[in-house]
């Protein structure tokens, strides 16, 4: 454990060094095609880092956080324009280039009118985040209750065998967006404590999405649906408009941007698995993406007659649509390469790494 510690440690400070390279050199190069081609060096860096690593709770948030999302972000970087065009300084570059953070902006008149549309197609919709009145007690609450019930769900796993596929199942479901959801909101906090960042949430309760667009588009890691809306579906919108018109060329970039997000994970799945691909979580988003299309247009339809599902049977059909692709694409790769038992060995080994630096005993 500490020689994959150390490892970790020397990948960071790599990537760190990198940004400064990209904050102090690259960007005093003309945007375009030289700054970018200034920037390959460093996606190639990005790339190949994580591969140093071997836990899967290291190299997963790092594949993420460097092979995706900085990676992305670099590339809108290049043409001036994403998150990273207008950093004050280098501490904000390098938080916003390496860590799942954007900057919360506020919204104008052309934004609060895009919010209302609800045909906006997923993982590039403006997120339309639900406002407390109740201050900051409610959400520390439900993130402390979130945090204890991903503790009681790796305690489940030490009766995994005698437990039924189908419940294991939904363990592996709320393991997921519980691990996901904490992790990135630990990474964005040092950020938001240091340099007062106000930032955009990470995710929106999607337990409670009403559609494949509401979950994808609205409530499920809006880090990407943020990241992929500029990089890939506003591009293939433009283009795919011109030739087959504004309908067809939403579904175009729709489906676009989920096959760009299947590939993604394809990429974290080798990282995590380091296996050759299945290209099963791919057509897991390819499935997603034209269902979600399809639903889109029906949804248009319907409203125009006034047919509506009640909420909790649209939230019902919804999760129900997500376990069973699930179980059939999404974790099968996981599964079959043992990834989903190395994570939970390595709960272990992290609890017994942290006593022997503590030196203490946990009953």
Known sequence: ????????IKVWITSISCLCYCYYIASRIPKGF??????????????????????????????????WLSTFKLLLFSFNQGPLSSSPNIFYFISIASLPIIPKHHPTSKDSKLTKNNTNPPHQSTPNIEKSKKGNVLPSLLLFSKMLIAALIIHAYDYRENLHPHLILVLYCCHVYLGIELVLALCAAPARAMFGFEIEPQFNEPYLSTSLQDFWGRRWNLMVTNILRPTVYDPIRRISTYYVGPMFGISTAMLATFLVSGLMHEVIYYYLARAPPTWEVTWF?????????????????????????????????TLMFLAVTGQWLFFPQLLRNGVDRKAIAEYAIMVDFIKSKLHISIF
Request: aromatic share 14%; charged share 15%; with cysteine.
């Open 1 to 8: 454990m500490d020689d994959e510690i150390q490892r970790f």
């Open 34 to 67: 030289f700054r970018l081609l200034s920037l390959l060096p460093i996606l190639y860096l990005f790339l190949i880092l994580p591969l140093n690593l071997s836990s899967i709770h290291l190299v997963g948030p790092t594949t993420f956080f460097l092979v």
């Open 285 to 317: 988003f390819v499935l997603h993406g034209v269902c979600t299309a399809a639903e889109v247009v029906a949804k248009k339809a319907f409203v125009r007659r006034g047919w509506w599902l009640p909420r909790a049977v649209s939230v019902v059909l």
